[in-house]
């Protein structure tokens, strides 16, 4: 069965470093998502893309984030200079039709 | 404001007791989907209803589509410790290409 995966699993990283989470979708998948949930809180929205664009964005998803789809498979999402409050899963969806598939999710943790 | 409201927002009962839990909103959708979601994992597809009164089981699990198509319900009949969980309900935004979710209802079934 078509799955959405994520790497890593988990990541470490020190306050102000850069961080870059990858997604694969499902592939004949159109819509793309990430959510960041912070530990025993709900699922945030943070960006949604298609068509090869940024079709809408969260007060969440400023200047230090940013998404691509480099090679038509992967779909990334960079942090440019971490803070501890991001310390969070990010999930990554897919949706082709009325449903979306999440991912198993990455957990940040910044120090 | 939330498009989608859920209630209750935490529930704990024993196992074996029957419950519902509620998804409400004062949109109308196309269709509207339910996920669970454990600790440290991906938000689960459950289902997704589609026409207004709408019915779905899935086991000891009943999803009904409000026939307004603005509310859905969740009920669990002998509720089971494996139950437990975030129960979320979500919805493609009236901007059809956003997919929002509801806070969420936490569920813990204590054996």
């Known amino acids: 069965e078509p799955e959405v995966t994520q790497t890593p699993s988990h990541q470490v990283t020190q306050m102000g470093q850069e961080v870059i989470l990858r997604c694969v979708p499902i592939s004949n998948h159109l819509y793309f998502y990430w959510y960041r949930q912070i530990l025993g809180q709900k699922v945030e929205f943070l960006v949604s893309f298609y068509n090869n664009e940024i079709s809408e964005k969260s007060e969440i998803f400023d200047d230090q984030f940013s998404v691509e789809r480099p090679d038509g498979s992967n779909f990334t999402l960079k942090i440019r200079s971490t803070k501890l409050e991001d310390s969070a899963m990010y999930f990554c969806?897919?949706?082709?039709?009325?449903?979306?598939?999440f991912g198993q999710g990455t957990r940040l943790t910044v120090v | 404001t939330q498009l989608l409201e859920q209630s209750p927002q935490f529930l704990s009962i024993q196992e074996g007791e029957n419950l519902t839990v509620y998804c409400n909103s004062s949109?109308?959708?196309?269709?509207l989907q339910w996920y669970r979601q454990e600790p440290g994992e991906g938000p689960v597809l459950l289902v997704t209803v589609v026409t207004g009164g709408e019915v779905k089981k899935l086991k000891r699990l009943t999803f009904q589509f409000g026939d307004a198509r603005k509310d859905s319900s969740l009920h669990i009949t002998a509720a089971q410790p494996g139950d437990t969980g975030l129960y979320l309900c979500a919805v493609i935004n009236n901007y059809g290409q956003n997919f929002v979710f509801g806070p969420g209802t936490r569920l813990s079934v204590l054996p």
């Open positions: 949109s109308v959708f196309s269709s």
């Open positions: 969806a897919s949706r082709g039709g009325p449903e979306a598939f």
